[in-house]
């Protein structure tokens, strides 16, 4: 399985852009890059998801590196309810999600 | 979006006992979910894929008889923690994904096990 590493905690200021890194070296050529998050004692919600393209959907941009090997997850103006766990995980099978330590980002004001 | 529940949001329960946790999707059917747990401070760990009708499949390392998963119907799984012991006490969250919902995988708001 692919495995994925991310900073451990990262803080934003309210209203700026958080860039949360991933690198996923072992990533194979038809896996996915998926992020979700976690907000405290909930269930973790979808965020977005790629596999050579670069993404935007209404929560986030997603930007890969051309040789797959890292992604960034972008959020363009972060608030105070974006504070969560934010996981990047490689998908091995339909459905099939395994999670990493994820990146703590605080949002402070 | 796609809503999975879950039921109980919390329970407390004494040690020796049985504890069942349902999974629901309650707007779509779903022939597989996936069983997480997770500790305080630590990351989701998966325990099992549910299955409709056959064997849930487990990961490595978690003990079938231990956590017994039945998937009888399209929209309900459940999750039996069998002779809980306080180690047994933890988050544990289901998902699923919707047909045609693009491999989005939706999260059950998780359940709160706490056994004395």
Known sequence: ?109 | GAVVSQHPSRVICKSGTSVKIECRSLDFQATTMFWYRQFPKKSLMLMATSNEGSKATYEQGVEKDKFLINHASLTLSTLTVTSAHPEDSSFYICSATPPRANNEQFFGPGTRLTVL
Request: charged letters at 20%; a neutral charge; one cysteine or more.
């Open chain 1, 1 to 109: 399985d692919a495995k994925t590493t991310q900073p451990p905690s990262m803080d934003c200021a309210e209203g700026r852009a958080a860039n949360l890194p991933c690198n996923h070296s072992t990533i194979s050529g038809n896996e996915y890059v998926y992020w979700y998050r976690q907000i405290h004692s909930q269930g973790p919600q979808y965020i977005i998801h790629g596999l050579k393209n670069n993404e935007t959907n209404e929560m986030a941009s997603l930007i890969i590196t051309e040789d797959r090997k890292s992604s960034t997850l972008i959020l363009p103006h972060a608030t105070l309810r974006d504070t969560a766990v934010y996981y990047c995980i490689v998908r091995v099978a339909p459905g099939k999600l395994i999670f990493g330590q994820g990146t703590e980002l605080s949002v402070k004001p």
